[in-house]
């Protein structure tokens, strides 16, 4: 088990709002995952700089929960899709009774949302037509209920272990439906210039 340094506390306490997270997440490097897939704790996030998706929505709810100026819950949600895509994870949050979301991505889309959402099915809407493939499908098909990190074991924010039970865990809550099965078909493909904007990348694989 590690500890987080005064340094590392000192920054944190400076992110006491979800768009300092947020800023602060654009500003790691993506984690391309070149030797294998990965899920590091926020505190090997921080040390190794870099995140995936789900490593940087497990920092944001950390950083937010610990070193928000506001009680945040530290949730976590997913959003699945499609066999032939990835699926994504997110950082909600509520502010005055409306939701937002932290997100950590690489691309031009699925990004950072303002809290203007009224529930939790309202902010995972947001992102359908935003979730498309290269040839223009859409792919988002059903969002989780709220993950809150305070019902796992105290240290999983300082592990050295990758948190590969915390991704088991997120495959065996309850998931809703964005997209009727007999509409799946009738989708209609995203348009070329969004695809175009869809291929901007923040961070190119070395």
Known sequence: MLAFTKKEK?????????AKVQDFLNELRFNFEKNGDTLKSPIMVLREKNANCFEGALLGA????????MDFTPYVLCLKVAKEDYNHVITPFKINGLWGALSKTNHAVLRYREPIYKNIRE???????EYFLSNGKKTLRTYS????????KN???????ALWHIDK???KIKYY?????????????ADKVEIKAGKIMEWIRK
């Not at 209920?145 to 796992?152: G, S």
């Not at 240290?155 to 272990?161: C, F, P, R, T, V």
């Open 123 to 129: 902010l995972a809407m947001s992102y359908f037509h």
């Open 62 to 69: 950390y950083i937010l929960s610990h070193y928000g100026s």
């Open 145 to 152: 209920e709220l993950f809150n990190l305070n019902t796992l």
């Open 177 to 189: 439906n964005i997209v009727p099965k007999f509409h799946i078909k009738k989708l209609r493909k």
């Open 169 to 171: 865990k997120l495959d």
């Open 10 to 18: 000192a920054l944190m306490q400076k992110l006491n709002t979800p």
């Open 155 to 161: 240290g999983w924010a300082i592990s050295d272990k």
